[in-house]
């Protein structure tokens, strides 16, 4: 029989949502249904209300980001049955991205308290950026049905070629104001690591906060400079070059030019208002993991 103090959604629409859905029948225990992304914080808010303790979301980093927003603060927990393309959040923590043994840990996991950050009040989980990712993205989004996901991002990457535009960047950090002109700032949940195999994912051992990293000036072989030198020697390589300043921070402040303008959140691009304004929310978001990865609450 179901439980019903633990409620499952799942994204169909997501890359591996039938298969997720089949694993978490399979195992059972699982009040188990459908969601749309977009009517998934009312489904949550739902279910809290009915008492669930664990609310079991599968779906892509889009989906889990809007799951994790509406239960920021609450006593239920999230758990996480990865179904996208790069699943940066469950790996991150420890999730397997296999959908059955992420069905088993989501009803006997322990649960532990996660960071979480906002941009103007909205939730991510992973990553945030300004500038010329956000021209990559929308880039490669356009091509990925027709060349799939691998060969759309190494065209979307050559593209970037001479379109690359610097803009100015007040930052506030620790309140004291920096200026710079930039092609691209990037802001991390977390510290992360920049140097391959693991880049993108949390550094071992990193500092807690928002990461930001500024590359200084804007032009496209500046980014690849950086992007290179990253991948192949790390965090401290590009500050000692000179590249990119990078800072673990509590808070940032983002202000263009524009009254609006285009920020990637997790992947997704959203338009937003003038300044951005950037928090990290300390032990916000109560989250199923594997029992030894579980911190004392």
């Known amino acids: 029989m179901p439980n019903h103090q633990i409620r499952a959604f799942v994204n169909l629409a997501s890359g591996s949502g039938e298969a997720a859905r089949a694993a ?9 249904a459908p969601c749309e992304p977009g009517q ?35 006593e239920t927990a999230l758990a996480v049955v990865p179904g996208g393309t790069l699943n940066h959040f469950a790996k991150d923590h420890g999730i397997p991205t296999d959908p059955v043994k992420a ?9 532990t308290m996660t960071d979480v950050a906002t ?11 300004v500038g010329a990712y956000v021209v990559f993205v929308r ?29 100015t960047v007040e930052l506030e950090l620790d309140g004291q104001p920096r200026r710079y002109r930039s092609a691209l700032v990037f802001v991390g949940v977390g510290e992360r690591e920049l140097q391959l195999p693991s880049v993108g994912g949390l550094a071992e051992n990193g500092r807690r906060g928002l990461h930001v990293i500024v590359v200084r000036g804007g032009t496209w072989a500046r980014l690849v400079a950086v992007g290179l030198v990253a991948a192949f020697r790390g965090n401290e390589a590009i500050k000692r070059d000179r590249l990119a300043d990078t800072f ?50």
Do not use: H, W
């Open 40 to 74: 998934l914080d009312r489904q949550i808010e739902r279910a809290v209300r009915d008492g669930a303790e664990r609310v079991v979301v599968a779906g892509g980093d889009g989906t889990i980001a809007k799951a994790a927003a509406a239960l920021v603060g609450k």
């Open 139 to 167: 880039t490669r989004e356009r091509l990925e049905r027709r060349f799939g996901y691998a060969l759309a991002t190494v065209i979307a990457a050559l593209r970037l070629l001479g379109r690359v535009r610097a803009f």
């Open 119 to 129: 941009v103007n009040g909205r939730v991510f989980l992973n990553t945030s950026s």
């Open 24 to 32: 978490l029948e399979e195992f059972g225990g699982f009040d188990v």
């Open 248 to 297: 673990v921070v509590d808070a940032c402040r983002i202000e263009f030019r524009r009254k609006r303008g285009r920020v990637a959140v997790d992947g997704e691009i959203v338009e937003m208002s003038s300044p951005l304004s950037y928090r990290v929310e300390r032990d916000a978001l109560r989250l199923v993991v594997a029992t030894g990865d579980a911190r004392d609450e």
């Open 103 to 111: 069905a088993e840990l989501s009803a006997t996991g322990s649960t």
